[in-house]
Structures are given as C-alpha cells and as structure tokens.
C-alpha cells in the first residue's frame, strides 16, 4: 500500500510538473487586447468564405461556452485573391449571452507593415466585439465599410 | 509500474509534441471536454489496470467511442437546443479467477443519450437522457454481465469563469433482462464529477472521465480517484484531443471478484467542428 502510495504521488508530481510545462508553452497567437474578455470563438470556412466574396450570405459557426452556434453572415463585402485561400476565423470578446452576437458589424481593417490587410475589428450595437484573421498564407482581403449582419441559424 | 510509468511518459512526450498554440484550441477544447457538447468526436481509449484486487496479473479495456449529436432530430421539439448520444464498445482482457489464463473478449456496449434543453441557468448546460448497456458480452462472464441495463441519465455543468467547468454526470442502470440464465442482478448508480481547468495553448486537467460507482446489490463503491492531463490541438490540420489519465481504486471487492486497484488511461479522439 505504502508503495502504491509512492507510485501514485510519484505520477501525479509528473502530471502537476507537465501541467507547468505546458503554462509554460508559447501563449495564444492572438492575446486578448486590455479590457477585452474573450467569450468564444469563431470560423467561417473556405467554401462560405467564396459565397461571401462572390456576392452571397454565408455561414460560419460560433463556439461558445462548450457549444457550436451556427450563424449566417451576410452584407460583407469580401473580395478575395490570392493563391491559397482558407478560413476566415478568429475571436469574440465581451459576449455574456449567445443571442448578443447578432446584429450588425462595420469591420475596421488591420493592416501589417506593407500594407496589406491581415484581419479586421467590428462590433455591434450591444458592444460584441469580433476579430478577424485570415488563415490562407497567401491570401488577401478588401474589406470594404459595408454593414456586415450575423443571425444565428436555429438549429 | 515501470512499464507503466514508461508508456505514461511517452504518452505526455507525445502531447507535448504535438502542435503549438492555437487560438481555436481554447474554445474547442471546452467543447471537448463538455459530455453534452455537439461536436462530432471519435475517440480510441486504452484503460490498463496494471494492478488489481484478487488477481495477480493485469486487465486491459480497449475503447471505442463515438459522441454524435443528433440536430436534426433535436429541431423536431422547440425546447431543445440539441441531442447527444455517447457510446462506448469495450474490447476487454482479463484474468482468470484461478490466477491461470486470461479471458478476452468484447465487452457490453455502454450507450448515453441526453436531450439539452436551451431553458438553462446562465454560463450553464444541462440534460437528460437515458443509459443503456448492451450485452455485446455475450455469454462470456468474466467480460460481459449477460444482461441489458437500463436507466436514467442527467448531467450538468457550469463554466463560472472561462476555461473552467464544474459539474456532474450521473445515471443509473438496472438490469431489464437477462440474456445469461446466471447473469447477477444489477443496480448500480455511476457519478462522474466534472472539474476541469482550460490553459492556453489547448492543455486541460481534470477529474476522470470514468465515473464513481455504487453498486446498491453488493453495497459497495468503485472508485476512480486521480486526474486526467490532455490536450486538444490541430495535428496536420485535423482537431485532436489526446490525454492521459491515472486513477486509483481503494476499494477491495469481496474474494472471488476482480477489480481494477490501478489504471492508467490513454485516449486520442478526433474532433470534426461544424
């Protein structure tokens, strides 16, 4: 029993010493700006992305609190090129309840050091906040300052 | 408990080799980790019991195990925001009573399912649902109970801050009809805690994913005391959660009767987000 004990202890401090490690392991690429609680996450996948740039409603999925919520983007207004296209996913900040991510969200473009545009900030009315990247290496977006409007699918 | 401790090692070295952060991990990992989740998953587990009571030799369960939501049959009634289904199918090997041979062989397939209603406390889930056991076992006694179970199930669970989930899963089973003219009656309530704790970067401790059992015809518990270290992270695209888990049983049985006194717990799961 005694060297049960020992063996269980002895697991466990390996357990607590790799739960440490992994603390220690590179953060999040994206941190949370000041202020901001992220409350979930979100995707819209490479074929939604294409309906989005040619013109049409698109879907994506929020997941929230341990739960995916289908949602339909629409009014965007993505133009996309580039050789390899991809996802369009990224983070939602200060979302109490999953109906507050509707409404409508004007983007505001990020941009990096030669200009180009590698994601975007909107928020709606109720104060959600929404980030954007892009996941395509070599994929590039113009956002244009249109109202873009999300409405959860029921499911 | 060398070699045990061996295969305990790799498994951590693998995980932490695996990917690097991941915004989505985060997030999807709490999917992951909430029993009452939709998100698609299947999941391969190996539960070795290196040391058990009444026997001198070790037991091994190999599981396979599938989480299907079910939408479309969920959106048949306004109050529910999904339904799940888990189930498990046991591949089992374990020793004879008279400490020579071994038995192998499937074990019963163990189905839950929960109806999650969209009435919840805030930053909350709850269901209910019914547990049944199949007697995949067949005849074979020493792997299958020779018999169906059937119970009811319920489970909630609270994330009162991010990346926290505090909670219960709880079912009980009887036995409804025996497909063994020996087979034992059973009555048995199995309680899962849920208490886990997200970190960056996908890594996640928690409480067993193996339920606590009493089982009210012998009067006595089944214990699964320890604590689960996983992961859930992209590896070549694809969302995995691998973890690795070891449980300790104080609890004897009377002579006659095997049970597992330590067990170390491996799993990998695929996970397919909408």
């Given amino acids: 029993m005694v060297t049960n004990m020992k063996n269980f202890l002895c697991i466990l401090s390996a357990l607590l010493i790799t739960v440490l490690a992994g603390c220690a392991s590179p953060p999040p690429a994206t941190t949370a700006p000041e202020g901001l609680t992220q409350s979930g996450t979100w995707v819209v996948r490479e074929d939604q992305v294409m309906a989005l740039a040619a013109g049409h409603a698109g879907q994506g999925t929020l997941i929230f609190e341990g739960w995916q919520y289908p949602f339909e983007f629409s009014g965007a207004r993505i133009g996309v090129s580039g050789t390899d296209t991809g996802d369009i996913k990224g983070e939602v900040y200060n979302l109490e309840r999953v109906e507050d991510i509707e409404g409508t969200y004007f983007p505001k473009a990020e941009f990096d050091a030669a200009n180009r545009v590698t994601g975007a900030w909107a928020h709606n009315d109720k104060g959600v906040k929404l980030h954007l990247r892009l996941q395509g290496e070599n994929m590039e977006i113009n956002l244009q300052a249109q109202g873009a409007t999300i409405k959860l699918i029921e499911q | ?274």
């Avoid at chain 2, 001198?56 to 599981?63: K, M, Q, T």
């Avoid at chain 2, 999904?82 to 008279?98: C, E, F, K, M, N």
């Avoid at chain 2, 089973?173 to 849920?194: G, K, M, V």
């Fill in chain 2, 1 to 274: 408990m060398r070699r045990a401790l061996k295969n305990f090692t790799a498994a951590i070295g693998l995980a932490a080799g695996l990917g690097s952060g991941n915004v989505a991990s985060a997030d999807l990992g709490e999917a992951a980790t909430n029993p009452v989740s939709n998100l698609v998953q299947f999941r391969l587990q190996n539960q070795h019991s290196w040391e058990n009571y009444n026997a001198d030799s070790w037991s091994n369960a190999g599981l396979i195990q599938t989480v299907i939501p079910l939408p479309s049959v969920a959106s048949k009634f306004d109050s529910l925001k999904g339904i799940v289904t888990r189930a498990t199918i046991p591949y089992v090997s374990t020793p004879q009573l008279d400490g020579v041979g071994r038995k192998h062989g499937m074990g019963d397939t163990n189905f839950l399912a929960f109806a999650v209603p969209k009435k919840a406390p805030p930053k909350s889930v709850w269901g209910y649902g019914v547990a049944i056991d199949i007697p995949t076992g067949g005849d074979d006694e020493f792997t299958g109970s020779g018999t169906w179970k059937m119970g009811p199930s319920a489970v909630f669970m609270a994330s009162p801050r991010k990346g926290l989930q505090v909670g219960a899963l709880v079912f009980h089973q009887w036995d409804t009809y025996d497909i063994r003219s020996n087979a034992a009656d059973f009555s048995t309530t199995f309680i899962q805690p849920i208490l886990t704790q997200h970190f960056p970067g996908g890594w996640y401790i928690s409480l067993p994913d193996t339920p606590q059992n009493y089982d009210w015809e012998e009067e006595e518990w089944t214990l699964n005391l320890g604590a689960v270290l996983g992961r859930v992270m992209p590896v070549g695209g694809q969302p995995m959660q691998i973890f690795g888990g070891v449980y300790y049983n104080p609890e004897e049985k009377d002579e006659g009767r095997i049970s597992a006194e330590w067990t170390f717990k491996f799993q990998v799961g695929w996970l397919f987000p909408q």
